[in-house]
C-alpha cells in the first residue's frame, strides 16, 4: 500500500486572507471597468454628433435663408430682422443617423422625444431660434441665431445632449 506525503506549506492552497484580498480587488476593479466603458460609449455619441454637426448646421441654416426669401420648405416665413420661432412654438428638424434630415418636429413630439418619423428612424434633433439683438451705437442691429443639435432624439428634452452653433442674420 502506497501512502501520500503529508502536503507540503506550497501546495496547501489559498488561505481564507488570500481569497478575501483577491475579492475586494475584484469589487473595485469591476466597476472601475465597467465606468470606463460606458464613459467611451458616451464619447463615441459625441463624436458622432460633433460630426453629424457639419451635415446638420448648414441644412438648418439654409432652411433659415430660405424662411427669409419667403421660401422655407418646413417653417413659416419670417421677415429680415423677425424673431423666430413665434412664443410657445418650437422651431425643429430631425435628421437620421447619418445626418439626412427627415422632416418637421411637433412641439409634443420635440418634448417628449421621438424614435421615428414618416417612418424613419430619428438620431438627431435640430432646434433653430433667433432672438433681438441688443443696442449697438453705430452698428447694424443683426439678430443672434442659435442652432442646438441634440442626441439621442428618443430620450426626452431634458435629458438630451446638446450642441450650440451660434451666428448672426439680418
Known amino acids: 500500500m502506497k501512502i501520500d506525503p503529508p502536503a507540503s506549506p506550497k501546495n496547501r492552497g489559498v488561505s481564507?486572507?488570500?481569497?478575501?484580498?483577491?475579492?475586494?480587488?475584484?469589487?473595485?476593479?469591476?466597476?472601475?471597468?465597467?465606468?470606463?466603458?460606458?464613459?467611451?460609449?458616451?464619447s463615441g455619441s459625441d463624436s458622432e454628433a460633433e460630426t453629424r454637426s457639419t451635415?446638420?448646421?448648414?441644412?438648418?441654416?439654409?432652411?433659415?435663408?430660405a424662411s427669409r426669401d419667403a421660401k422655407p420648405e418646413f417653417f413659416t416665413t419670417t421677415l429680415v430682422k423677425q424673431t423666430f420661432p413665434?412664443?410657445?412654438?418650437?422651431?425643429?428638424?430631425a435628421f437620421s443617423r447619418d445626418g439626412k434630415v427627415i422632416g418637421?418636429?411637433?412641439k409634443n413630439q420635440y418634448d417628449a422625444g421621438l424614435?421615428?418619423?414618416?417612418?424613419?428612424?430619428v438620431r438627431y434633433v435640430a432646434t433653430l431660434s433667433a432672438v433681438a439683438p441688443t443696442a449697438v451705437t453705430g452698428a447694424v442691429p443683426m439678430l443672434t441665431?442659435?442652432?442646438?443639435?441634440?442626441?439621442?432624439?428618443?430620450?426626452?428634452?431634458?435629458?438630451?445632449?446638446?450642441?450650440?452653433?451660434?451666428?448672426?442674420?439680418?
Not at 475584484?26 to 466603458?37: Q, S
Not at 451635415?55 to 435663408?65: D, G, K, Y
Not at 413665434?86 to 428638424?93: F, I, N, T, Y
Open 16 to 42: 481564507l486572507i488570500e481569497a478575501v484580498i483577491a475579492m475586494g480587488v475584484l469589487a473595485v476593479a469591476i466597476p472601475v471597468v465597467f465606468g470606463a466603458l460606458a464613459k467611451s460609449g458616451s
Open 55 to 65: 451635415w446638420i448646421v448648414p441644412v438648418c441654416v439654409n432652411e433659415i435663408r
Open 86 to 93: 413665434p412664443s410657445g412654438d418650437v422651431w425643429a428638424l
Open 104 to 106: 418637421k418636429v411637433s
Open 115 to 121: 424614435k421615428q418619423l414618416n417612418g424613419q428612424e
Open 145 to 170: 441665431s442659435k442652432i442646438s443639435l441634440e442626441y439621442p432624439s428618443a430620450v426626452p428634452v431634458a435629458k438630451r445632449q446638446k450642441l450650440d452653433f451660434y451666428s448672426r442674420i439680418l
